[in-house]
């Protein structure tokens, strides 16, 4: 389908085709099949010319992720997350989402750039949200390599043979590893703390760059100041940025989930 928005943005700029391709350092030919609906850009290069056009990225998967949203001129979403976490190798971010539909552009942001840099992906969430997610995926990207980099772990069965097969079937190898964690309620603690476990006894790269998402909604003050504690990067649904108050710690691979720090903080 023809993107009529992205050649109303770029005339809006009075830029030519050529223009766009030259500062995005693409060739003509690629970027004018990705106005006529031809090609689909890769996340790097949708984000170069984003920058160029200064609009979101995430518009040109817009239509597969959300085929009742509203136009898309009225997208209220800031990219500099999308920017940022797509440049990250490493970090350990929370993130705490107002909206369910700002969670899923940025999981599916964080996802889609992992799998097109052919890098192991973990999802550990209920099965909805995964299968929701996987369709969303699928109409950009291969079954075959979602297959191959991305595994699944149902947070509600909680069965720990699953997550120690999806490590052992392709992540302990992996130069890069990417997890995405959605924590629903307190039920969730003892997945996250095994993974935990798990990660310091045999993950082989410190290269992890980990997602763990809440609804803020759930989150009380005291909650969110402790985090910041816990966790070096704090994301929400526009920003992230570094926590200053993170106190490292070198015996664990991956902060443990919200809700086990609760339920130690009981325990002192």
Known sequence: ?????????????????????????????????????????GLHVAIKIADILNFEPLLFYK?????????????????EVTKKITTMNTGEI?????????????????????VSKGIPCLLIDNSDNFNSMMHHLSAKIPQEQLKKFIQFVDIDKQHWGDLEAA????????????????????????????LENYL???????NLLSVHSYDASMITAGDHINMMRMYPYMMTDSEITTSPFFVSSPNTQLSPSLFMQEKNRKKE
């Open 1 to 41: 389908m023809k993107r009529e928005w992205l050649i109303q943005a770029r005339k809006l700029k009075h830029y030519t085709q050529e223009q766009i391709a030259a500062e995005a350092y693409i060739d003509r030919t690629y970027y004018s099949q990705i106005e006529t609906g031809k090609r689909n850009p």
């Open 63 to 79: 239509d597969s992720l959300d085929q009742n949203s509203q136009p898309l001129a009225n997208t209220t979403f800031s990219y």
């Open 94 to 114: 929370l993130y705490l989402y107002n909206t369910i539909e700002s969670h899923t552009y940025h999981s599916f942001a964080f996802l889609y750039d992992g």
């Open 167 to 194: 490590f052992k079937k392709t992540v302990l190898e992996s130069k890069f590893l990417r997890i995405w964690c959605g924590e629903h309620d307190k039920q969730h603690h003892d997945l996250s703390t095994k």
């Open 200 to 206: 310091g006894k045999h993950l082989k790269t410190n």
